[in-house]
């Protein structure tokens, strides 16, 4: 059985895909997508706490599409450096920063232009000072070696091809017994042929 994906995938026109979907999301998050979107469904669905997705800006919140909440593996302390693998428009890594506080620092790694724009603006407005969000994907990460203590993503790496090498960087910009957690969709039986070459399928 293979769960990888055709090695004659497009990877250039998947991930134009995919930041295309992704910048729509950014400027456009009412509109019609076939994925949940929002801090409400955040809260009823994936469990983040209500009032504490309250406190973020707006901009930011509404264009929040997880699929888990990798908060909710294990507590982030104060202090520790973390790091959002596919941040968005911030949520999670704006959360991250309230945990880790002052002394931890939090980066944001996104490809889409205008999710980033949204995540640095909701960083500022929260007066997140230790936030940073950086230009860069699952498979290129602009980090040096070990440098953090926990790596988060929600529902990033499913849309990654090349998974082997997303891991690959993660274990390297992990420090020794730093910690992953990931929120993400898996399947339990092989995919046919046709659904592995469906770009649309993989862009969501």
Not at 57 to 76: E, K, M, R, Y
Not at 91 to 114: N, Q
Request: charged share 20%; proline share 4%.
């Amino acid at each position: 059985m293979t769960l990888v994906c055709p090695v004659d995938l497009d990877s250039m026109q998947l991930r134009r895909e995919v930041q295309e979907m992704y910048s729509r999301v950014a400027t456009s998050p009412d509109g019609t997508f076939h994925f949940h979107r929002g801090a409400a469904y955040a809260a009823q669905w994936l469990g983040y706490d209500a009032a504490e997705l309250a406190t973020l800006p707006i901009d930011v919140t509404q264009s929040f599409a997880g699929i888990g909440n990798p908060h909710a593996i294990a507590p982030l302390a104060a202090g520790v450096s973390v790091l959002d693998i596919g941040s968005g428009a911030g949520t999670d890594l704006l959360l991250a920063a309230r945990h880790v506080g002052p002394s931890g620092r939090a980066i944001g790694i996104d490809m889409t232009a205008e999710m980033r724009e949204r995540a640095r603006a909701g960083a500022q407005q929260c007066d997140l000072r230790h936030v940073d969000v950086l230009e860069g994907d699952a498979t290129h990460l602009p980090l040096e070696d070990a440098s953090v203590d926990i790596v988060i993503s929600n529902g990033v790496l499913n849309l990654v091809p090349e998974k082997d090498r997303a891991f690959a960087e993660i274990a390297r910009v992990l420090r020794p017994g730093g910690r992953l957690q990931v929120a993400d969709i898996v399947t339990g039986v092989e995919l046919s042929e046709a659904i592995r070459r469906d770009i649309d399928l993989w862009t969501g």
